[in-house]
């Protein structure tokens, strides 16, 4: 009996254990990129190419999945068959996936016009890089998406720890871009890493789902057509409750621009981080 009790305690320290290393492994690798990169203007255009893609995804993605789709998700878990809930959960992933890889495109064919709205401080050459890299890491998004969906579905199934990995992950393949290629690829080579990293996150999940015998499937249904409805009804005020966050940062990613040389992105970003 006592160690019944006992279970729930181990798994909420566990996983706050897991959340804790994945934020000291984040100030490693923002302690490695002022290292390499400083607050020049490398550093600069890398964050602000890095911030506009989690953007536009925490302004009208991040808080519908997890707000949106879980309770939706639940509810078809409890009151319908897992058929039909696998089918809802399919058919919200590839309506994510497809969203998400629209404001891609959309995302690399302005990324010039992005980057000064972002930044108008800059001077042209860390524009134009910062442009360059917007480019490279814009499909973050559709990784991004993924990755949330995936968490949606193993959080109603009471998997907490594997969420709380995937920064963990990430991280670690961003740590050991500094350590073992850096000196080789430079800047470029560190936005592909970052986009690497994203897509694990995504991808570390699909074992246990696989081994949960989840299958997400597409269904045209009027149940898994009802449950989006649901989800769309949901979204709208979760999404406009949530743009403060990304409205600050655009803000204070524009003014740092014009500071210091552009290095108050720089200053600005990894004090926000830390």
Do not use: C
């Amino acid at each position: 009996m006592e160690e019944k009790k006992g279970a729930p305690v181990k798994a909420v320290s566990l996983m706050m254990l897991i959340t804790l290393a994945g934020k000291v492994l984040g100030l490693i690798r923002d302690r490695l990129l002022t290292i390499n990169y400083g607050t020049g203007m490398e550093a600069n255009a890398f964050l602000t190419a890095s911030r506009i893609p989690r953007v536009f995804f925490d302004a009208l993605f991040a808080s519908a999945i997890t707000a949106s789709f879980i309770p939706i998700f639940n509810e078809y878990l409890v009151k319908r068959d897992k058929k039909d809930a696998y089918s809802l959960a399919g058919t919200f992933l590839a309506v994510m996936l497809a969203a998400s890889a629209l404001l891609t495109l959309l995302g690399i064919a302005f990324s010039g016009q992005l980057t000064y709205f972002f930044a108008d401080g800059y001077d042209p050459e860390t524009a134009a890089l910062a442009a360059r890299l917007t480019r490279i890491m814009f499909p973050t998004v559709v990784f991004t998406a993924a990755a949330y969906s995936f968490v949606g579905d193993l959080q109603s199934f009471d998997e907490f720890n594997l969420p709380a990995l995937i920064s963990v992950v990430s991280n670690v393949v961003v740590i050991g871009y500094y350590l073992l290629f850096n000196r080789h690829f430079g800047i470029n080579g560190l936005a592909v890493a970052f986009l690497i990293a994203w897509l694990m996150q995504a991808l570390i999940q699909i074992p246990w789902l696989m081994k949960k015998r989840v299958r997400l499937t597409l269904s045209k249904s009027e149940g898994t057509k009802d449950g989006l409805k649901k989800i769309f009804r949901l979204m709208l005020p979760v999404m406009v409750s949530t743009w403060v966050l990304p409205i600050n940062q655009t803000i204070s990613s524009k003014f740092g621009s014009r500071l210091f040389e552009g290095a108050g992105v720089s200053a600005v970003e990894l004090s926000y981080n830390l």
